[in-house]
């Protein structure tokens, strides 16, 4: 089992940064890949970001690509999503998730899952 706890959300203006942070426990993490995933309101949860247990491969969804970043520190058992240039359509509910095979876009291929984070970005 791994148990994933995200932090950092919040209420932000427009063009303003954020860093969010997520920390897993229950298994070797550097054995993981994480992504981060989001759900707007009346919305289906979708793919924010992807990246692989050495750090060394990430992906993005089209729509962060060039404004978010994802990174990990495995020493501290701990993901990162850097979102800057924040936008209103960005305002959402943040989720990591965690798999024990490579990165995935699908939240179906993710077991583990934290409990998400608010970010709302006003305008």
């Known amino acids: 089992q791994v148990q994933l706890v995200e932090s950092g959300g919040g209420l932000v203006q427009a063009g303003d940064s954020v860093r969010l942070s997520c920390t897993a426990s229950?298994?070797?993490?550097?054995?993981?890949?994480m992504g981060w995933f989001r759900r707007a309101p009346g919305k289906e949860r979708e793919f924010v970001a992807t990246?692989?247990?050495?750090?060394?491969?990430?992906y993005y969804a089209d729509s962060v690509k060039g404004r978010f970043t994802i990174s990990r520190d495995n020493a501290k058992n701990t993901v990162y999503l850097q979102m800057n240039i924040l936008k209103p359509e960005d305002t959402a509910v943040y989720y990591c998730?965690?798999?024990?095979?490579?990165?995935?876009?699908?939240?179906?291929?993710?077991?583990?899952w934290g409990q998400g984070t608010q970010v709302t970005v006003s305008s």
């Open positions: 998730a965690a798999r024990s095979l490579g990165t995935a876009t699908s939240p179906g291929e993710y077991p583990y």
């Open positions: 229950g298994r070797a993490f550097s054995g993981l890949a």
């Open positions: 990246i692989s247990w050495s750090g060394g491969y990430t």
